[in-house]
């Protein structure tokens, strides 16, 4: 993020601190401005990139081709696109490969935390992650799963606490073939 934008978001907090009611420099809020800067500058991170670049593919035996690798309940968290409120949970992505391309373990919640990182919503993080997985790796097929609360739900409107939301992307033989499917639930719901 750019010194001048960085501005711009310390200007606009004061602002906002302003018109709420609130005297910005007070104490308290002083610095209140610049964190919020810095948040934004980490938690929105991948609006700097055009692209994720940290897919790294390896070959492995093709045997693997019959098998579903599966990444559970990763912790992920965003911001809702609407009201610019957390939501967080956990990701569980499965992919079946093909010709014995596998990716990195690691480079799994790289992809969610890449994904995640920008204002949005749970329903396009949930297919982003499943797209990027199909395109870094084009296996036989792909699932992704989150389960998320959302901060836009509890403490505001209908202040629904603890309540959750899921929602899934399938593609190719995970959408296709029941039993592939029935197999990737089974592993993330032990």
């Known amino acids: ?6 501005q711009i978001i310390e200007t606009s907090i004061r602002h906002i601190l ?14 209140t401005p610049a964190r919020v800067a810095r948040m934004y500058e980490e ?3 991948s609006l700097e990139k055009k692209s994720f ?12 081709d019959d098998e579903i690798v599966t990444v559970k309940h990763v912790p992920f ?4 696109e609407h009201h610019l409120l957390p939501f967080f949970g956990t990701v569980s992505v499965g992919y ?21 990182a920008k204002p949005s919503v749970q329903e396009e993080i949930t297919s982003q992650i499943g797209k990027e997985m199909t395109k870094i790796l084009a296996p036989q097929g792909v699932a992704v799963v989150i389960t998320a609360r959302h901060m836009c739900v509890e403490m505001r409107g209908i202040k629904k606490l ?21 197999e990737f639930l089974q592993e993330i719901n032990r």
Request: charged fraction near 30%; charge should be positive; aromatic fraction near 8%.
């Open 77 to 80: 968290y965003s911001m809702c």
């Open 96 to 116: 079946v490969p093909q010709n014995g391309k596998i990716i990195g373990l690691s480079k799994i919640p790289r992809l969610i935390e890449y994904v995640a």
């Open 53 to 64: 670049d940290d897919g790294k593919v390896f070959d492995a035996d093709k045997s693997v």
């Open 162 to 182: 603890n309540s959750q939301t899921t929602t899934s992307y399938y593609d190719g033989i995970l959408k296709k073939d029941r039993d592939k499917k029935a």
């Open 18 to 31: 302003t018109a709420v009611g609130e005297n910005p420099d007070r104490a308290g809020l002083k610095e």
């Open 1 to 6: 993020m750019s010194p001048e934008n960085k």
């Open 43 to 45: 938690i929105f991170s």
